[in-house]
Structures are given as C-alpha cells and as structure tokens.
C-alpha cells in the first residue's frame, strides 16, 4: 500500500508522530482479517488505504474516543477498534441497522469479532436521531468519522452536529467527501484544513 509512506508527510501536516514500521507492521494482521472475512463479497467497504488511513490516524493520535456514523460490513469499525482497543478506548457507531451485502444477508457489523465488541457501542437509528444522544454520553471525541448518507445536507447536519464538541486536537474524517462540497465549504466557514488522504477520505483539522 502507498498509504504507508504518504503518512509521512500527511502526518507532519497533521502535527503527529509516526513511526511507519511499528503502524505498518501492527495493521498487518487488521487487514489479514478484513481479507479472509470479507472473502472478494462485494460489501462496498472502504478501500484498503482508507482503513489504513482509519488505523493510523486513530493510533498515532492516541485516540480514546471515536464517534463514527456509518457500518455496513464494519471493516471501518474493526480498524478503528484494533487501534483504539490499545488505549482501552471506545467507539460509538451509529447505523440504521439494515442487513448489508449483495444480497442483504449479513448483518450489520459483521466484519467485527467478538473480542472487541467490548470496546463497541453500536447505536442503532440514523445520525439525525441519536448523534447528539450519543455525543452527550461521550463528551468531547478525539475522532469523528463520517460514512453515512453522503448528501450535502446530511454530511453538513453531522459535522455542525460535532463540531462543538470537538477539542483543538480532534480530527474529522470523512469518506465519498468529494460527492458533495459540504465537508469544504464547513473546513472554510470554520477556518479548518482540510487534507486528502487517499481515495475520496479526507481528514479536517484544526
């Protein structure tokens, strides 16, 4: 993967330490896992770098509380808790809770095993409904992560939903952020940056 040595310089621009081999070598066997698991199905998950991207960004930040909105299969949430599970953190997902797949077989989450459930709060209901329930019984995230409804109004909705909650060294992240121009126009109403990482994710900082 090439998102190993471009997080050199993302995370410089981020104002965060990375050391590549002990990242890379620790999202090995994260990876082996989403591979055997997800079998080739076409689950419509996040590419590879992105959960590369995901990991990172939560390990080397020392992240102990993520928000992420958006589960499908779960390999999203698998990587994330992989990391945060190091710092005995927490993440709070919330998902409408359909049955996900090509054919609609499988549930929700399904890519995460059972030993890191204990570190997971699955929210079931849409973001417009739960995400500020959920962010009262978090109080400030170090991450929030967007992969829901991807329309200008939705992705708008969740980041000025979060945005007050966040401290001066939270990070967003948003997946399909190129499919419409709200999470630009929030980094540049709010004065933030606004950094790809690979594929259509972006990370929006302070």
């Not at 990991?55 to 390999?75: D, H, M, N, Q, W």
């Not at 945005?163 to 060294?169: H, I």
Request: charged content about 25%.
């Amino acid at each position: 993967m090439t998102a190993e040595t471009d997080w050199i310089d993302l995370a410089g621009r981020l104002g965060l330490d990375y050391e590549p081999e002990s990242v890379s070598a620790e999202f090995i066997p994260v990876l082996a896992h989403v591979r055997s698991v997800i079998d080739n199905g076409n689950y419509w998950q996040v590419s590879e770098d992105e959960l590369f991207d995901l990991y990172c960004l939560c390990r080397i930040s020392a992240a102990k509380v993520v928000i992420e909105t958006g589960v499908g299969p779960g390999t999203s949430s698998y990587s994330i808790l992989s990391a945060i599970s190091r710092n005995n953190g927490r993440l709070h997902s919330i998902d409408l809770g359909e049955k996900y797949g090509e054919d609609s077989e499988m549930p929700v989450g399904f890519v995460v095993p059972g030993s890191f459930r204990k570190f997971w709060n699955l929210n079931i209901g849409s973001s417009r409904h739960l995400l500020g329930k959920v962010l009262e019984t978090t109080g400030k995230p170090d991450i929030f992560f967007h992969d829901s409804e991807h329309t200008y109004e939705n992705v708008m909705f969740e980041l000025e939903t979060v945005f007050p909650s966040l401290g001066k060294n939270s990070f967003i992240v948003v997946d399909n952020y190129d499919w419409t121009e709200a999470p630009k126009d929030f980094a540049e109403k709010n004065r933030l940056k606004l950094d790809r990482t690979h594929d259509d994710m972006c990370i929006i900082s302070r």
